[in-house]
């Protein structure tokens, strides 16, 4: 097969830099894909397997937003600076930048898919299909569940989590190997972790500022600037054709999901039945298979 082009490069956006990767060829006919990554803070190395949907003809654009990867990080920025606004305002001036603002497709995974839930919420003339992949509805039903699905874990887990969240003792290996334990389930399940899955987990390690100040210490509870937030009532705006995807064991449970579900006009859900947080990574073949049909049902629109 004929090695793909790839181009990088960054983008000026507020005084800072936007890194990005262009898989393809952005002139191409087919609709290009501009796939957001999750944290928030984490870095585009996890999802960059999606680069082999450039296969089909269209570009595949991945980015790093602004505080994590390639991009211009702030570690001394106030807890105010990082906001679903910024990210949204990096995202159309990634999209105005690289002439994708009047015929893209999206796709957001994890924290990405709210980010792109809020971005088509906005209805931009330009959006012609919307994937929303492991993403929940709002911060509190991510709450509520991750509560029960600690409660399917073995006793001894569970008991480390709540003995050491109750004694603030976060850091504690003990209470590492409990949490790293529930991430084995329910974020990726492939073991050990893929090479691009721990390049982003490395990357993030050496500075967590923006998944500290917006979720907080880890996946279990949100005490960032992201509690509270929800688009459970809004997503009734979202007019763009919609492709929910979710892993049978996913952190995001189909509960965090269902009102994507039950208020967006135009979608649908796949389930990967062997998959949790990443099924791009634990049913790669069929998740990119499941994803290229789609978009390419759209790509006249």
């Known amino acids: ?11 000026e956006f507020r005084g800072h830099e936007t890194w990005y990767r262009v898989t393809g060829d952005l002139n191409s006919t087919l609709t290009p894909l501009v796939v ?18 450039a296969s089909s003809g269209r570009a595949v654009v991945h980015y790093d937003q602004l505080g994590g990867g390639r991009s211009t990080h ?6 105010d600076f990082w906001t679903v606004e910024l990210f949204l305002d990096e995202l159309d001036n990634l999209l105005t930048t690289l002439g994708l603002d009047a ?7 994890s924290w990405g898919g709210m980010l792109g839930a809020e971005h088509a919420i906005r209805q931009p003339s330009g959006l012609r299909a919307l994937v929303l ?10 709450a509520s569940e991750a509560l029960v699905l600690r409660s399917t874990m073995p006793a001894e887990v569970a008991e480390a989590l709540d003995r050491h969240e ?10 590492l190997a409990a949490t790293q334990a529930y991430y084995d389930v329910h974020v990726c399940r492939v073991l050990p972790n893929p090479p691009e899955v721990v390049r982003t987990f490395e990357i993030m390690s050496h500075d967590s500022t923006v998944y500290n100040t917006m979720n907080g210490p880890n996946e279990f509870f949100c005490v960032g600037t992201l509690r509270g937030w929800s688009v459970v009532e809004r997503v009734r705006h979202i007019l763009a054709p919609t492709l929910l995807l979710s892993g049978r064991h996913d952190e995001a449970t189909p509960a965090t999901i269902q ?34 049909e789609f978009l390419a049902a759209h790509d006249a629109d």
């Open 74 to 79: 702030l570690p001394d920025a106030d807890r």
């Open 166 to 175: 109750a004694d603030g003792s976060l850091n504690d290996p003990e209470y």
């Open 103 to 109: 015929r893209y497709h999206f796709l957001g995974q």
């Open 36 to 53: 957001a990554h999750g944290g928030p803070g984490c870095s585009h190395d996890y999802l960059l397997s999606l680069a082999a949907l």
């Open 1 to 11: 097969m004929t090695e793909l082009p790839v181009t990088e490069g960054t983008i």
């Open 259 to 292: 009102p994507f579900f039950d208020n967006i006009p135009d979608v649908r859900w796949e389930i990967f039945e062997d998959s949790s947080h990443m099924p791009f990574v634990e049913e790669p073949e069929r998740f990119r298979a499941v994803v290229e």
């Open 133 to 142: 992949s492991n993403s929940p509805a709002s911060m509190d039903l991510w």
